[in-house]
């Protein structure tokens, strides 16, 4: 993803360009892609998503809500549910596949710099520039806990898949 708005897919094995992707209209930040590697989820300073279809190379929908820069965009393991940050303060929670917005998670009083659902669909962790870490209970929409302790801006985070009892910040 670039700042020409554009996404480029590449192959590894001829080191060619194999396509562009063309439909932001600003900067794209973030990228991530399907289980099955079908739709391709990008997220851009236009505060927009797209969904795209990888092998037609288009556009399938637009997913907007966000008042700021989205810079962020995961879906969640199991799939059902695809989940954006942006320069608004807020984490969103779509449901996957009807795109409509669920909820809006927005206790972080600054700009949100990650959010990822751990491995067992129970927990979403975000960290920001309010120097704090966010344990969110995933499927009740619910703030769990505020992580405190850092001095300045926490910009990532990481859980090991096997042991999600630890947060690395």
Same mark, same amino acid.
């Given at each position: &993803?670039? %700042?020409?708005?554009?996404?480029?897919? !590449?192959? +590894?094995?001829? *080191?060619?360009? %194999?396509?562009?992707?063309?439909? =932001?209209?600003?900067?794209?930040? #973030?990228?991530?892609?399907?289980?099955?590697?079908?739709?391709?989820?990008? &997220?851009?300073? #236009? =505060?927009? *998503? @797209?969904? !795209? =279809?990888? #092998? *037609?190379? @288009?556009?399938? @929908?637009? +997913? %907007?809500? =966000?008042?700021?820069?989205?810079?962020?965009?995961?879906?969640?393991?199991?799939q059902k549910t695809i989940f954006s940050i942006s320069k608004d303060h807020t984490v969103r929670k779509w449901v996957n596949e009807i795109f409509e917005e669920e909820i809006i998670l927005e206790n972080h009083s600054d700009l949100v710099n990650r959010a990822v659902v751990d491995f067992s669909n129970k927990y979403l962790i975000s960290c920001s520039m309010d120097e704090t870490v966010k344990i969110w209970d995933f499927e009740k929409n619910t703030e769990l806990r505020t992580l405190r302790g850092h001095k300045g801006p926490v910009n990532c985070f990481f859980f090991n898949d096997t042991a999600t009892t630890e947060i690395y910040t």
């Open positions: &993803c670039s %700042e020409d708005h554009t996404i480029k897919v !590449w192959n +590894i094995e001829t *080191m060619k360009e %194999e396509k562009t992707l063309y439909g =932001h209209t600003s900067s794209v930040y #973030d990228l991530s892609l399907s289980r099955d590697s079908k739709f391709l989820y990008s &997220c851009s300073a #236009d =505060h927009s *998503m @797209r969904v !795209w =279809h990888v #092998d *037609m190379g @288009r556009v399938e @929908r637009i +997913i %907007e809500g =966000h008042k700021n820069e989205v810079v962020g965009v995961r879906v969640s393991p199991d």
